[in-house]
C-alpha cells in the first residue's frame, strides 16, 4: 500500500502546484460534494420539482453515509494529510503540499464519504431528468446530457478531494464506483408511502447496530478514534478539526434524517399539491430556512450534547422542507385567494 498511497501523494502534489489559480473551485466543488449538501442543498432542490425525488435523495444519502462510515470502519485508510508525516518516506525530498479547512476530517479514508454519497445521490438526479427529458423530447441524445454532467460532477468533486489532501485516488475511485452501485440499487425502491413505524424501525437499526458494530470491533482490540488521534496530530491548524466531521456525527446525521423523513410523511402524507410558482416561492423560503439551520453552531465542549442536538437537527429538515414552508405558503395562498 505504501507504493498506491506515495504515487497518491506525488498525483496531489501535482494537481496542487498545476491547478492552484482554480483553488476556489476545488473547495467550491468539495464543499458541493459533502454529504450535508445532499440534505440541505439537493433535497430541497428535487423535492419542489418532483416529490418522489426530493424523498429519494434523503433516503439514498442517508443510507450511503451510513454504509460508508460502516465500510471506513471495517477498511481503515489512510488519509494524505496525514500519512505523507506518519510514513517517513518524505524525509529528504517533502513534497510541497497545502493543507485547507476541510482537509482535517477525523475518519479514516477509504472509501472517500464525499464520491460515495455524491455518486448515489446525484445518480438519484440525474436518472429523473434523464427520464424526463426522454418523455418530453424522446431523444436518446437528449436524454443522455444528464449522465454526462453526472459524469462531469463526480468528476470534479473526486479531483477535489484529491486536491485538499483529504483522499487518495483510490479511496475517490472505490467510492464513486460504491456510489452508483448503490444509487441505482436504493433508487428502485423509494419509501415514498411507508408508515411512521417503518422509518422508526430503520434509524433505530441504523443507530444500533453501528454501535453494536464499534464495540464489537473496540473488544476486538481495534481502536476506532485512531483516525481521531492522527488528524489533531497532523492537522495544519487546531481549529480545522471539528466535531461535525466526527463519524458519530455522520451516523447522527443519517439517524435524524431518516427520522424526520418519516415523521414528515405521516404528518402529511403525499404533502400539498401547490402550482409551480408557488413551488418556487417554497424552494428559495426552504433554501433559506436550511442555511440558517446549518449555520447555527452547536455546542462542542460536550459531545454527547452535540451529537443529540446534531440528531435533532437533521429531524428538523425534513419538516420544514415537506411541512412548515409548503403548510405555511398554502395557508396563505389559500387565505389570500378567499379574501
Known sequence: MDAIHAHGIRVAEYLQQSTKAYEQTWLFASHMGDPKAAMLLVFPLTYFFNRRTGVAVVWVAAIAEWLNLVFKWILFGERPYWWVKESGLFEKHPPQ???????CETGPGNPSGHAMVTAAVWWVVASALASALQARTHSKLVSAVPYVLYFLVLLAIGLSRI??????????????????LL?????????ESHSLLFFLRISAMVLVGTLVLHTALEKMGIPLSWSVSLAKKWCARPEWVRLDTNPFSSLMRDCGALLGLGLAQSWKPGGWHLPRATRALCLALSAMALH??????????????????FFIKYTIVPQVVMLLIPGCVHYLAKKVKSD
Open 97 to 103: 503540499l497545502q493543507q485547507f479547512p476541510s482537509t
Open 163 to 180: 486536491f485538499i489532501l483529504a483522499h487518495f485516488p483510490h479511496q475517490v475511485i472505490a467510492g464513486s464506483l460504491t456510489g452508483v
Open 183 to 191: 444509487g441505482v440499487y436504493l433508487n428502485r425502491s423509494v419509501p
Open 292 to 309: 440558517h439551520i446549518n449555520r447555527y453552531s452547536l455546542p462542542s465542549k460536550s459531545p454527547e450534547l452535540f451529537y443529540t442536538l
